[in-house]
């Protein structure tokens, strides 16, 4: 998979990583930033109120 | 066979890392933005409270509005610095900002249970190290008027359907109650919604509030 991707990538060495890392930064500002906000109130998780 | 394994192995690492940056995300992210809210709570509260500073402090009344600040809560066992401002309300909504003051039940100060619901984790963490209150243990809450210092009298473990720790008189539906009290809840073991543990105490003394001071 990780394989594919990188062969996907275009340029050189320094090219490929630069878009890499991007990548990555991209995915993780996605999750954190969208996904794990919509997901928390969704887990039941941590509910501190009696009767709730 | 190879490739398969490779890539079945690959997601279960790209999974992994994800579950990781959740729980981080829940710890500190949720916090972040917390820490926000509580910051500007605390101006909004000393703005407001330094214009009322002429006026008769017993007779200041408290505004409460869902979601927004009306009081400080300090528990020294839980470090100097450790300081929330409780919001009315205890949804999640609510919660997210900062720990909630359960709607219906007393004021501070006030004859009844003053009960105040809080994260364990997500959200600062406010109510973390709950279950390390002990008897005679000090919780302070300052509102407009004065200073309300509690003391801890036990700690309950309780399921979460347990809604009797909020009446007046916790565990007590039908009793009148004589004294001023607090209830502290937050989820128990941490993480989980399981159980409930609540933590009483009360009104051990109150103080004008000085001048500005908090």
Known sequence: ?52 | MRTVLRVFGECCLTAGGIVLLFVAYLLWGTGLTTSAHQHAFATQLQRQWGTHRDANPVTTRLHLVTGQPFAFIRIPRFGRTWRFAIVQGTSLAQLALGPGHVPGTALPGQVGNFAVAAHRVTAGNPFYNLNELRPGDRVTIITAAATYTYQVTHTELVLPGDIAVLDPVPGHPRQHPHEAMITLITCDPPWTGTHRIIVFGSLDAQAPRPGGKN
């Not at chain 1, 998979?1 to 050189?12: A, D, E, I, S, T």
């Not at chain 1, 500002?29 to 969208?34: P, Q």
């Not at chain 1, 794990?36 to 969704?42: L, V």
């Open chain 1, 1 to 52: 998979m990780y394989q594919w991707l990188w062969h996907r990538l275009p340029g050189g060495t320094t090219t490929k990583a630069a878009c890499a890392a991007i990548l990555a930064i991209a995915m993780v500002a996605l999750l954190w930033f969208i996904v794990f906000p919509w997901i928390t109130p969704q887990v039941p998780l941590d509910h501190v109120m009696p009767g709730g």
